[in-house]
């Protein structure tokens, strides 16, 4: 492995000189002329590589120039007469880079391919999604010959557990003859992987720089004022080499944890260990934090202590540290500065065009208006005038119905000023728009999600970040170094910013020691994420055989890792096992078996929680039924919540996803009523005629409503007894069983001699904690037991589950085929392969027409946010619901299959896009499908396009029946239109 780090000594100089001379005659040096800057160490080594026909692993900083190694292995494929792939994970990094290189190859050298995308497909240079050179080598495609090299893109990307298998499948099958340009982000263990890149694709050089070419500085702004994180003059850049990689103990992971995620264990021993990493890292002798910051932070936590326990006198002691603190305070701000007071700062200091990270696609949204609202404008009247004109134009095919709806005037009211939002809700077009303007330094201030970090260029003087806490979709966690290091890397432009800056803000309760930890954390391991799937299973059997494929698998950089991890997770089984024993002994009880009995506990809290969630998902069920039955006129009777009391129905809407009829109170107040808001069923106790001439937005109308509905219900006092509370909501027998179970459980637990024991308590946090860390070490144990051909071994498993289908048929002489319902599975490409291959194959499209096709096809890609499901909307159709219920059939098997299999259960098919995508591909405005949903516009033409990327896979497939291929094609050419065909970027 070659490093790249420090400054280069004469010896050094003079050999650079000489090898630059004998390369100006080479490929390389004729490439490096066509550049207008002079190429850092680390890419004329890894150029050489490549020209000398090895593969190279680049490893270097976020804007440290890799792409430049990219760009020097199409220019020799262009000069060799062969052909260069560029890859990427994500669609709108694709599309970026097809753009760059159209303009330097000219478009008639370069196509792209990104599922829903095909231009210019058969050029010497294409610029694709991984995912879809990988279904171009499971198809054996044409396009692949005169490959020559296949450029990486953000491989680190691999290890994301979504997409990332998709990498480590493109590596293993690539050709051997094909040069691969892996480009990584800095990572720990870069030795390790190009070890593994060696070993499949022969002669790999890994080239590690460790070097910013802009040094990156690192500030907390308190109030408005910006503050040095670190003491001194130095960058954190110009000092990190010399510090040793300070990594935190590998303290182990649960067999259900992602490699990513690991777990603490119990015991005071790893809390030291973290401890004395991060002091070692924070506190060593090349540097020091700010000490004006902790002093700061100090003084903040002990007025919050002394706020606290302060209650009238107090000590001339606490009165001296108090005129203390309050003397180091002045400093602090009084209140955190706003939004726009933070981008008024940095554009007062220059650190503008600058990217805020913003951890909420609200808060993202909120910013520009808040900027808005507050008069801050960035942009001179020249610029604004451009940014009209570039606004305009990108838009004039939108339809100006459209454009309220898609929040068009805002977003260009607060591009002219010089700022924008940025995140995957936006409408792809402004998106495009957003980045491009951005790029040419007219809009100056951009707030975005993270997902901006994945790749696309668009870099900045200045990176803010709001918090160093994001919601994972589960919890609100800490951001790890590798994000932060990810993140702060946009700061500082090649070529025009001589240093870049990182601005934390300050929080109450920020831990400046913690965020240097961070800072100095300049790398972070790459784990893979790679297992089979059902689709790659039998494409590999296909291809190779069974007993091939197994081997193939077996060569995977995950089987790679995990072999080498043994002997790490073996230790940490000694370690707890001992922890265990002490534990142990910290629960015996005299009076017997406390291990038994924390059994109990445990069965009565599952039993107690299991009958909880049943009876509230059916109170939530029998609630919105009650709801659904609702006409206008209905009087109701509410038991509970924020509306208790009576209410008249005014107004429900059939087509929405979950009812929300519109009713007037008996206070004459107009409510929309929800699941959330009663929790009882309702029901009719009365009705009323509501005048054709009533107006809800007249008091006077509201109050002679509500006095009709009081009259009515006084007059008909006997029916308010119909609308008792059902206690069990039709849970009926099961409800009984499960509070059979639980007396039992509470019976024994009494009668267990350590009910009594007078430290029963004590006894059981020691037994909570001997349960949690016992279960953790199991789960150690099993990966220890598993390692060993545990990649081959759930391949075995998910071909268990292909034969059990009939997709592989196994032959007298031990041969493995695969079947005609197998073939159609290889062309099917995502997370519910074979649950979409089967719901085909038991007909549940075979009654639909083209709008209810895309309607089904939303259920097999869309994936909701948060929890939403024990709701089943209102089908459009009776055909739609003959195949949603086949759907959910299938995957309820195969559920049961994997489980048994003991493989990664296939997601629930999720039905919250149904309504939306049938009155999309009806032709229905956006605002009309949009109406009713926590959908943005975004959100939904990201979605379309994979149900047109679904949809055209389904097409393609050549043992479909024709007719079904045509409506698959219709349905494709319903959904493709209006503001889902405006922009190619996704």
């Known amino acids: 492995m070659s490093s790249i780090s420090g400054p280069p000594s004469p010896s050094d100089r003079y050999r650079a000189a000489a090898n630059r001379t004998a390369e100006a005659k080479t490929y390389l040096g004729s490439f490096a002329r066509t550049l207008d800057f002079e190429l850092d160490d680390f890419q004329r080594e890894a150029c050489r590589s ?18 430049i190694v990219g760009e020097f292995a199409i220019y020799l494929a262009l000069q060799r007469g062969l052909k260069a792939f560029y890859t990427t994970p994500i669609k709108a990094l694709s599309n970026q880079k097809f753009t760059e290189l159209s303009a330097k190859y000219g478009a008639p050298n370069v196509g792209l391919l990104t599922g829903d995308t095909t231009i210019n497909g058969d ?3 294409v610029v694709m999604t991984t995912e879809v050179l990988r279904n171009m080598l499971y198809a054996d495609s044409e396009t692949l010959g005169d490959l020559g090299f296949v450029v990486m893109d953000e491989v680190h990307y691999l290890a994301d557990r979504f997409r990332g298998a998709v990498w480590e499948e493109v590596i293993i099958h690539l050709p051997s003859e094909v040069q691969v340009a892996s480009l990584s982000a800095t990572v720990s263990n870069a030795e390790e992987f190009g070890a593994w ?24 702004m308190v109030g408005r004022e910006i503050v040095d994180l670190f003491a001194g003059d130095t960058t954190f850049d110009e000092i990190a ?12 992971e649960s067999e259900e944890t992602p490699p990513s995620e690991s777990r603490a264990v119990s015991g005071k021993s790893a809390k030291r260990a973290v401890e004395a990493t991060v002091r070692h890292a924070v506190t060593g002798p090349e540097f020091e934090v700010n000490p004006d910051l902790l002093a700061m932070a100090r003084s903040e936590s002990r007025m919050n202590v002394n706020a606290r326990y302060s209650h009238g006198g107090r000590s001339r002691r606490r009165q001296d540290r108090q005129r203390e603190d309050r003397q180091t305070a002045q400093r602090s701000p009084v209140r955190r500065a706003s939004r726009p007071q933070v981008i008024d700062s940095l554009n007062r200091q220059g650190l503008l065009p600058a990217i805020t990270f913003i951890f909420s696609r609200a808060g993202c949204d909120a910013a520009v208006a808040q900027c808005a609202a507050s008069g801050l404008w960035l942009t001179t009247e020249r610029e604004q005038q451009i940014i009209a004109q570039r606004v305009d134009e990108a838009s004039h095919e939108i339809p100006a119905d459209d454009l309220d709806v898609l929040g068009f005037w805002g977003w260009r009211d607060g591009l002219i000023r010089g700022f924008a939002a940025h995140h995957a809700g936006m409408l792809p077009t402004f998106k495009e728009v957003v980045e491009k303007l951005f790029a040419d330094g007219l809009v100056k201030a951009v707030f975005a999600t993270e997902t901006l970090a994945l790749g696309v260029n668009m870099p900045a003087r200045c990176v803010v970040l709001e918090k160093l806490e994001k919601f994972n979709g589960e919890a609100h966690v800490n951001i790890t170094a590798g994000e932060y290091t990810q993140l702060t890397g946009r700061a500082g432009r090649r070529g025009i910013d001589v240093e870049g800056h990182a601005v934390v803000l300050w929080q109450p309760g920020t831990d400046p020691a913690a965020v240097a930890g961070l800072a100095s954390r300049r790398t972070y391991p790459l784990n893979s994420s790679f297992r089979p799937t059902y689709n790659m299973s039998i494409n590999l059997i296909a291809q190779f055989g069974r007993a091939r494929a197994r081997e193939i698998l077996e060569s995977s950089f995950a089987q790679f890792q995990a072999d080498r991890s043994v ?16 534990y142990a002994k910290a629960m015996e009880c005299h009076l017997g078996d406390f291990s038994e009995y924390s059994k109990l506990r445990r069965e009565l809290s599952d039993a107690e929680q299991h009958a909880a969630r049943d009876h509230q998902r059916a109170r939530r069920s029998r609630v919105s039924d009650s709801l659904t039955r609702l006409i206008p006129g209905d009087v109701i009777s509410v038991s509970g919540g924020r509306l208790a009391g009576y209410a008249v129905v005014l107004e429900v809407d059939p087509n929405a996803r979950e009812p929300r009829p519109s009713v007037l109170t008996a206070d004459n107040q107009l409510r929309r009523l929800g699941v959330h808001d009663i929790d009882a069923p309702v029901s009719a106790v009365t009705r009323i005629r509501i005048p054709k001439s009533f107006n809800a937005k007249v008091p006077k109308s509201r109050r002679d409503l509500a006095a009709s509905m009081r009259n ?13 509370r059902h206690e069990d909501f039709g849970l009926g027998s099961r409800a009984q069983d499960q509070e059979r179970k639980i007396a039992e459980i509470r019976r024994a637990l009494r009668a267990h001699p350590c009910h009594g024991c007078s430290d029963r308590e004590d006894h059981a946090r020691w037994s909570e904690r001997w349960w949690k860390l016992r279960k953790e070490t199991d789960g150690l144990v099993r990966q220890i037991q598993g390692r060993t051909n545990t990649i081959a071994k759930t391949f075995d498993r998910v071909c268990d589950v292909l034969s059990t289908y009939g ?6 002489d031990g041969r493995v085929t695969i079947s005609a319902d197998g073939q159609r599975l290889r062309r099917i490409y995502g997370e519910k392969d074979l649950l979409i291959s089967q719901s085909i194959r038991q007909g549940a499209i075979n009654d639909l027409d083209a709008a209810e096709l895309a309607s089904l096809a939303s259920t097999l890609v869309y994936q909701a946010k948060r929890e939403d499901r024990g709701l089943r909307p209102r089908m459009p159709s009776v055909s739609l619901e003959t195949a949603v219920d086949i759907v959910i059939r299938e995957w309820s098997r195969l559920e049961d299959t994997e489980e048994q299999n003991r493989l990664p259960l296939t997601a629930e098919p999720e039905l919250g896009l149904m309504w939306p995508m049938y009155k999309w591909a009806k032709g229905r405005h956006l605002q009309e499908v949009l109406s009713g949903t926590d959908l943005a516009a975004g959100d939904f033409v990201r979605w379309a396009k994979q149900v047109v990327d679904l949809l055209d896979q389904l097409a393609k497939i050549p043992q479909l029946d024709p007719r079904l291929a045509r409506i698959c094609r219709e349905s494709i050419d319903l959904v493709r239109r209006g503001v889902v065909a405006y922009s190619t970027v996704a």
């Open 241 to 252: 080499p010399a510090l040793p990689d300070t990594e935190v103990p590998d303290l182990g």
């Open 807 to 812: 997709y592989l048929d196994t032959h007298d």
């Open 123 to 125: 050029a010497p240079v």
């Open 197 to 220: 890149l060696d070993t499949v694709r022969g002669d790999t050089d890994v080239i590690v720089s460790e070097h910013r070419p802009v040094p990156l500085w690192q500030h907390v």
């Open 567 to 582: 002997v790490g997770l073996a230790r940490q089984v000694r370690g707890r096992e001992e922890s265990l024993a002490g």
């Open 50 to 67: 490549l020209q000398e026909g090895r593969g190279v692993l680049v490893a270097a900083p976020t804007g440290a120039g890799k792409t």
């Open 712 to 724: 009515a219900v006084n007059g008909d006092s006997s029916r308010q007894r119909r609308n008792s």
